[in-house]
């Protein structure tokens, strides 16, 4: 069982920067791949960004690529999102995601936090 709690969301210019975390609980995070999703209100759920499980290989969305970074630390049950030059059509709930393997599709993962709001202003 993995439980996930993001914070570190809020109010951002746009072109400016916000970093989001998400601490797990439970002894087999260093086992699950961990992904962010986002969803803006009317929108459906798509996926952000993804790391495996040992954190040497991530992935993205094209809409995000050079511009998010997705890390991990398993010592500290938490994986990161840092997100540079955010625009107006990156404001959406933010959500961690947890699975044994990692996918782009969300209706794959098991455990989810309870999501955390970023809003880019211009």
């Known amino acids: 069982q993995v439980q996930l709690v993001e914070s570190g969301g809020g109010l951002v210019q746009d072109g400016g920067s916000l970093s989001v975390s998400c601490a797990a609980s439970?002894?087999?995070?260093?086992?699950?791949?961990m992904a962010w999703f986002r969803q803006a209100p009317g929108e459906e759920r798509e996926f952000v960004a993804l790391?495996?499980?040992?954190?040497?290989?991530?992935y993205y969305a094209d809409s995000v690529k050079g511009r998010f970074t997705i890390s991990r630390d398993n010592a500290k049950n938490t994986v990161y999102l840092q997100m540079n030059s955010l625009k107006r059509e990156d404001t959406a709930l933010y959500y961690c995601?947890?699975?044994?393997?990692?996918?782009?599709?969300?209706?794959?993962?098991?455990?989810w936090g309870q999501g955390t709001q970023v809003t880019v202003s211009s």
């Open positions: 439970g002894r087999t995070f260093s086992t699950h791949a």
């Open positions: 995601a947890a699975a044994r393997s990692g996918s782009y599709n969300w209706r794959a993962y098991l455990y």
């Open positions: 790391i495996n499980w040992s954190g040497d290989s991530t």
